[in-house]
Nanobody
Framework: QVQLVESGGGLVQAGDSLRLSCAAS????????MGWFRQAPGKEREFVAAISWSGGRVYYGDSVKDRFTISRDNAKNTVYLQMNSLKPEDTAVYYCAAAGGTLYIGSQYRSAGNYNYWGQGTQVTVSS
């Protein structure tokens, strides 16, 4: 079983950047497809980005495409989410997650139900 811990959240102004990290323990991350999701108060959990176990495939939600970049360093057992040009509507708790099985197509990566392991979340607040 893998344990995930997110870090890097905080309070920033619109237009600023943040980099979130998701560190794993318990098992190596290299065998897991990984995703980032977010949830704002009163809203459903939203897919943000995902990356295949090898890093060869990446997927983004429409609202963050061209602003956010997901990456991974399997040697460091860490997944990252670089967030640029932040907007107030990006305010949410951000969660990283590890898939329970191999994912093959984009719709699988975008579905929270395909992820078995979740971190506790890190708060990102973007002021206008």
């Amino acid at each position: 079983q893998v344990q995930l811990v997110e870090s890097g959240g905080g309070l920033v102004q619109a237009g600023d950047s943040l980099r979130l990290s998701c560190a794993a323990s318990g098992r190596t991350l290299s065998s897991y497809d990984m995703g980032w999701f977010r949830q704002a108060p009163g809203k459903e959990r939203e897919f943000v980005a995902a990356i295949s176990w090898s890093g060869g495939r990446v997927y983004y939600g429409d609202s963050v495409k061209d602003r956010f970049t997901i990456s991974r360093d399997n040697a460091k057992n860490t997944v990252y989410l670089q967030m640029n040009s932040l907007k107030p509507e990006d305010t949410a708790v951000y969660y990283c997650a590890a898939a329970g099985g191999t994912l093959y197509i984009g719709s699988q990566y975008r579905s929270a139900g395909n992820y078995n392991y979740w971190g506790q979340g890190t708060q990102v607040t973007v002021s206008s």
